[in-house]
């Protein structure tokens, strides 16, 4: 079983671009919501209050039968309510957390958000009460990173002050710096990582950071810095990321002919392939930004990259191309990037004004919960409470307790900042 803490790390491993314990008795401590119809099983009423829908999705998670499941819903709905600045329910919901791990995620997350350091002492302190060393800093780690994407460096970086781990602790720098584009922290990040003692986690955490460098570098308008810097990398492997990035954003098409040069060096060869299949997703990518979608996806596709044929789908979408947008995203295998690829596409034709273009291209949306986040989207773009209706219809009919919890409080979340 894969913990919160890491579940990005492990998209690192499969593809760097991205049973658990018995049922037993529930000891939960549960939040606060008596009083609302959600406590006797009983949908919100219409007009939904989001109080009231996220005391549904409490109830909902608390049904979940694996503890480590419903500690992880309950974490998502703290964080989820702390985001509409409900904070005295999301500390509540933080509190009723088993789990020491995601009470530590809850916790530091809801106390970033609201500004309040005693619960990021709480969060802390859960953390310290995880008796392995390592899964210690996982927790931390992945605290730091979802603050730091947050927007709340401050708090991310005091989080990341209790890691100990070499590795965990590049990654959490390296997303802190990247969140907030501070290039010292991003030299730190990589000599932390230099100190990996295991010769392919280092790599894959400086592959990991150093593109994010680079990106950084060339915002602040340091070409020729950022350029050094990949050139640099000892590693062809993170040298291939870092060169493939680069030359994706300034448009500099012999320097990837240098990216696939250094991917050729590259030994091992899952790895290697690793670093091609990036190097031709930059690729897509710096096409799309151009408007050569039949470049990119012959790109993509040469490349096996159905990711780079997502984002093309997107980015086609963006560009106001809803038909060729849709024929890319059809035609993609994979049936969750499919998906994602739609609620993407029904978003910006929500953004373009053809609300019923989207709502037909949600509606035909294969998983049921990427469709039904797409409902809840374009509900909360044209506040229309029937299709809120709609929606929470759907969440309520999903049979899996903990991702019926995730939904109902994504429509909560949604409801508060409609209103």
Known sequence: MIGRGLRFIALMLAGLWLAGPAAEAETTARPATAGTSADAGVPCPAPHDPRCVFAEAVTAALAAPEPWRRDRALAGIAVAQARTE???????????????????FALGMVGALQGDPWLLDAARAAADSIADPFERDEALTDLAVTQARDGAADAARRTA?????PWLLAVALGEIATASGDLAL???ALETAGDIPDPGLRSLAESWIAPAQADAQ??????????ASARGFGDPHVRALTLARVAATQGDWPLFAEAERAADAVRDPDARDNALGAIAMEKARALSRDGRFVEALAVARDAWAVEAEAQIARAQARAGKFDDAMETARSILD????????HAIAEAQAE????????????????????????????SVGKDATLFDEALAAAR???APELRADLLAAAATALAAAQ
């Not at 005295?88 to 088993?98: F, S």
């Not at 002050?161 to 781990?165: E, M, Q, S, Y």
């Not at 060339?218 to 350029?227: E, P, V, Y």
């Not at 049936?335 to 739609?342: D, G, I, Q």
Request: charged letters at 20%; a negative charge; hydrophobic letters at 60%.
């Open 86 to 104: 409900l904070f005295a329910e999301a500390a509540a919901t933080a509190h009723g957390i088993e789990g020491a791990a995601e009470r530590c």
């Open 161 to 165: 002050g209790g890691i100990a781990d």
């Open 186 to 188: 991003f030299a730190e």
């Open 218 to 227: 060339l915002k602040a308008g340091l070409a020729d810095a950022a350029l």
């Open 335 to 342: 049936v969750e990037l499919r998906s994602a690829a739609m």
């Open 352 to 379: 373009a004004g053809q609300m019923a273009e989207a709502l037909g291209t949600a509606r035909a949306i294969t998983v049921g919960a990427t469709r039904i986040r797409a409902l809840i989207d374009l509900a």
């Open 397 to 399: 009919a999903i049979g």
